[in-house]
């Protein structure tokens, strides 16, 4: 189960995470770092050990900005944030598993809030 | 000509490489345990200058099915010049090649340098490839060349 | 009748896992004129040879085919083991069935049949194989040494001590190199210029060692033991053989506001200037770029001041061409450019440097007199961060594939400078690794952290911020506590990775060597020959080859030395005889040949003929000087007739090969 | 960059409601510079987020749709919404360089021209820089924002990835203040500028998107600006809602159309 | 204008400025022409011919010629003169050794075209106004004269002499490739598909007897020893034996002329088996005007043969990939 998962995530993110020499620098240049249980190195080191039932079920996954600071500033090119992006939507795609649910969003919206945000976290959070 | 359904086919590939680039290109791809089909039978020489057209219709006659000719990047002869001979001997003679009505993936110049053993097995692999596509080489071979 | 007999090498299991080498021998062993066909474990070693020997001797052969290695590899081995044993060392040919077949293929049954096919091949063309005799060509006694820094003055160094001229030429106005702009050297911390300028005065004063300054190759013709170079000597502007170095001239000059790249822009020099009080030669140089006179045509200070008259406006550059028998390239190295690598805010704050800015930050001779000071508002940094691997190790567009390799070494060593200078300064170091390698380097390192208490901190920094205060948020990450942290810092210096001097790719192409794709010198063998270049007579020294620490550079120029000088002791070299000869009989005297050969190796005479009617007539015919000849074989192909062929790599012999091939 | 006038123009849903400002400056603006900008019938929002799962087809096709209008109008497609550009530049991108995408998305689409990545994509602050250049813009600037000092806001969207967005150096970015000195005023650089505003979480996590927006004001605050401009609705919407800082926050178009004469207060709500 | 030429050889002769004469004689049949060497005036008036069936370029026999006792005068038409020209760069012909005197070109006939029209016993050949009138043993005959033209002289590229010591009749102009028409087959055959070209070759070069006439006849062909008969050379090949007149002579003979073929169009000219072998020349010739830059073999004796030149941005082979059909 574990190494079928791990190949789902490798295909979907399209990354070799064993490009990483664990240098650390997408965890040093994530905006969303405190935020996070697991943080971005550990996500690819994880993915790699398969290791990934953890980050499924972590709120971690939400945290990531999908700003590509890890994606750009990688010197390896492994681009841990579609690293990310591919167990967030491994996680949300199991039956239920949304993470946004339609009735919560009415008490979010203020006048002033762009529809794209609406439109994003859908994209994002659900399936 | 049909593309070749036996799929047996396995086509005999001539590569002339040059002493100081694309030998020893080849002997790296070998140091770093790459891989290219064993179809592929080097010939060495000194410089890719020194190959003779005649020696690659030669092959063919033979029966060779593809002929490569690998040589050092413009500019980066071991003997300052020669491939640039080559490079307009060859060009001509694959024009004539075609002019002829010969495949024209059944021959080529590459350039590939000591340091590209990756390119000179991918390059081998794809030649191969090319050439297995196109079936035997009807169109040159002499028939009374071939074995048994 | 032809006797030949095959010899296959197991090398280990190199060749044998994937060939099997028995039934290559055997079937090699059924070829026409193959008399004996054996296997063995190692060709190379002692009793392989002798096996080899024994046979020639034994079975009286007259041609030998080796499948083993490359023959880039063992071709002479097995060349010299022939002579020894009475048999013509070019009728040995090897096939290639290690590196171009057991390497590269994973399949035995398929491999084997390869490495039968190219024995088979090795074996037709050794059939057509004739008897070579080496010419010989003379060696010009004097050394060329590309690049004046450490590796390069140690070279120049060694050579001259065995007796022979020997000449530098460095594009800098000074030698001395990135070594001269150094402050201090691991794991001693002994004083760099303290033991590099004594060197540099022993090359000046040595009568055997000639300094081009201010000069770059243009161009190289010839062969090992007979080059001919092109040096352009750039105009400086004053008469190197009038000026003293007196720098009145420097200390008059009016435009004072001249970047100093000797200290990397952080200061500034005068429009005429002497790079550094130690400079070799100590003269003056007119930058063109700032001087008022060469710019307005007003100004004429220098000239004016200077007693000996030794300032030449008009100076323009001049080339001079010299023979060599011997060339080793010394070209050195540079940190990269940084401009790709903005989170680090390089371009964006003065405070964050580079180590080699830094270097001269400390150094007494340097902009601030060897206070650390910070660039921007000359305050003593409190805290200082060290970010390793900047563009080192990268898998991407903006850097280097490989380990910069010197500055896991220089940082302890700055580290522990600092600390031990200003110990109220907090140092910071994040690291990847920490890469010791090397005689007392561990321990070196150990010392910064027990000692100096340095903070070495595994992880990266990710983002550097200049803030409105001065100060610096350096966010980085600890991999160890797992926590990402921001030190509030007053310095940052990135440990830039080093690349190849931009001028060796331009010289590899006049030297005809080969390079990696990182543009580093190639060596002939990576262990066994490392400071030759694959082309003959040209040798490598220092970081031109590939990252070095300075006892390494220094190991290897005065290895480079020893393989220049031996070259330079010999009164003539064995000329490769794989050379082109001419069928007079058949030479129809057009001059193709000359028209396409690189070394003017052919001339025309006219010779007097019989002719089949018994008549004589007098023909044009072309002749190859063999000890020119360098056999690329571009000759053979323009000949029209035939009648130029090529020894070792003739017509038939490439046809028998082709034949064999696709039989 | 062709110098061709007539661009195609996708304005984005959000430019339709809460960007409206945006949207009218622009076309106003790129009036007043000569250029015509033609909006495609029946365009679609481009998704939102860019999806960069490979095995992701479906939330990529609407972005293709507009790229393909695009091309069959023969025309160059200029956007103005950060998020926009993002999306639609990013699935260019791939499509030009992933030919198992590029199949998949055409077969999906029963596309008879399949499309693999032929139109030019550019941001309209592009359009500034090569189209129109940046000297004529300050020729064109009637009404010059001497002494404001303004930090310009890029965030993640404009710039990363940088290979697929390739608009400016992605660390130390020009565009921008470049923009920012032709209209007559001077830029504030601040580190903080191309770190995210963490606009894509604003509505699910607003203790985050305020964290991460307080940092960038902060940041530019800091460094002496006197207002922040950006290119993003999301980035705006949330620099002004969660920051908790007092410095304003305009699209820069509608700075853009200010230096220009063409702000009218009865469209500056 | 044989009056002309033969006054002018006795005057040489008779003067000592030269002690031969390269000219053509006649054999069995009016159309007979082949070139000849004439020591006498007497020779020249019994044999000397020069009518509209002397095609036959001399500058081959030159080479020989030319490193003989004395010196040879030569009539050469303005396509000769390439041919010389390009000999003489060569080192193959003596110039010293000739006194080159430019004649006007053809256009030349061609006998076998007017045998094919069911003439024979052809006596005498005249051009009237666009008719070609026939005296034969059998009485007069006509046909248009076009019809009647030598396929060398259809496309003939320059009448214009780059040598000669001195000139009979008037200088012509270099004809462009365009007027002359002829790269237009070479460009024909070019956009047929590959396996159509494939037939084209293999039904022409099948007939192939391996007279070796084209090779006897080629001003370029002037080899010492021939690689086709020197056994060292791996192919030496002498009679029609295999595929190898298909697969590798033409190949081989194109190429070793490539470059320094003057496109005199003799090959085609003596193919008994009216093999288009001046198609394989012009391939060559239109490729290295097209990669290379116009080079015309025989211009001039200075220039570098382009095959042993080089430009450091020259094409890659792959060029031949970019181009045309497959």
Known sequence: MSDKLKEQILRSSGSNVLKCMRCGKCSATCPSYDEMEYHPHQFVYMVEKGDIEKLMSSDSLYKCLTCFACVDRCPRGVEPAKVVEAVRLAAVRRQGNNHLVPTDIPGMLDDDLPQQAIVTAFRKYTK | MQVNENTNFEPVIVAFCCNWCSYAGADLSGTNRLNYPTNVKIIRVPCSCRVNPMFILRAFQRGADGVILCGCHPGDCHYTSGNYFTRRRITLLYSMLDFLGIERDRTRLEWVSAAEGAKFAATMQEFTDAVRKLGPNRRLEDLRCRKQ | MQRIGVFVCHCGTNIAATVDVKAVAEALGHEPGVVISREYQYMCSESGQNLVKDAIREHNLTGVVICSCSPRMHENTFRKAAAAAGLNPYLVEIANIREQCSWIHKDIASATEKAVILGKAAVAKVHLNAPLIAGESPVVKRALVIGGGIAGIQTALDIAEAGFDVDIVEKQPTIGGKMAQIDKTFPTLDCAACILTPKMVEASQNEKIHIYSFSEVTDVKGFVGNFTVTIKRKARYVDETKCTGCGLCTEKCPMKKVPNEFNMGLDNRTAIYIPFAQAVPKV????????????????????????????????????????????????????????????????QCADVVTSLELERLMNAAGPNGGTLLRPSDKTHPHTIVFVQCVGSRCDDEKGKPYCSKICCMYTAKHAMLIREKYPDTEV?????????????????????????????????????????????????????????????ADMVVLAAAIEPDKTARPLATMLTTQMDTNDFFTEAHPKLRPVESATAGIFLSGACQGPKDIPETVAQGSAAAAKAIGLLCKNSITCNPCVAHSNELMCNGCSACEKVCPYGAITYQDKEFRMPDRTTAIRRVASVNPAVCQGCGACTVACPSGAMDLNGFSNSQIMAEVDAICK | MENNAVFTYYPGCTLRTKAKDLDAYARSSAEALGITLVEPENWQCCGGAYTTAKDE???????????????????????????????????????????????KVNSYMQNETPYTGETAVYHYLELLRDVIGFDKLKAAVVNPLKGKKIAAYYGCLLLRPSKALAMDDPENPTIMEDFIRAIGAEPVIYAQRNECCGGYITMEDKAQASKRSASVMDSAKDMGADM????????????KKNSGSELPVYYFTEILAEALGLKKEDTDE | MQEAMINKAKQLLADGTVNRVMGWKRGEFVYDITPAVFETAEEIDADFVCDDFTAANVSKYLVKESRKEGKILAFLKPCDTYSFNQLVKEHRIVRENVYVVGIPGGPKLDAEKIKAKGITGILCVKNENGTLKIDTLYGEETMPYYEAILGKCETCKSRKHVVYDELIGEEGEVITAEDSGRFDMVEKLENMTAQERYDFWREQLSKCIRCNACRNVCPACTCENCVFDNPASGISNKAAADSFEENMFHIIRAFHVAGRCTDCGECSRVCPQNIPLHLLNRKFIKDINAFYGEYQAGEDTTSRAPLNNYDKDDCEPSIVHERGVE
């Open chain 4, 228 to 239: 922040v401009i950006t290119a993003c609705p999301l980035c705006l919407y949330n620099l």
């Open chain 4, 57 to 103: 087809i479906a939330t990529k096709l609407s972005a293709v749709r507009t790229l393909m209008a695009a091309r069959d109008s023969g025309r160059a497609l200029v956007t103005v919404c950060s998020a926009c550009h993002n999306v639609i530049k990013q699935t260019n991108y791939d499509i030009a360089r992933d030919e198992d995408m590029a199949r």
């Open chain 3, 428 to 488: 910071y170091v994040f690291y990847i690794d920490v890469r010791t390698p090397g005689k007392n380097f561990d321990e070196f390192y150990r010392r910064a952290v027990e000692q100096y208490n340095v903070h070495y901190i595994k992880g990266m920094v990710g983002k550097v911020t200049p803030k409105s205060d001065g100060k610096i948020d350096v966010q980085a990450s600890d991999l160890i506590a797992n926590e990402q942290l921001h030190i509030n």
């Open chain 3, 284 to 347: 003056a140089t007119i930058d063109p770029n700032y001087c008022m006179m060469m710019k307005t045509g007003k100004c004429g200070v220098c000239s004016k001041v200077c007693s000996v008259g030794a300032i030449d406006y008009k100076q323009e550059d001049k080339f001079i061409e010299e023979k060599y028998g011997a060339i080793v390239v010394a070209t050195g190295f540079n940190p990269i450019n940084l401009d790709k690598y903005d989170e680090f805010a390089y371009n």
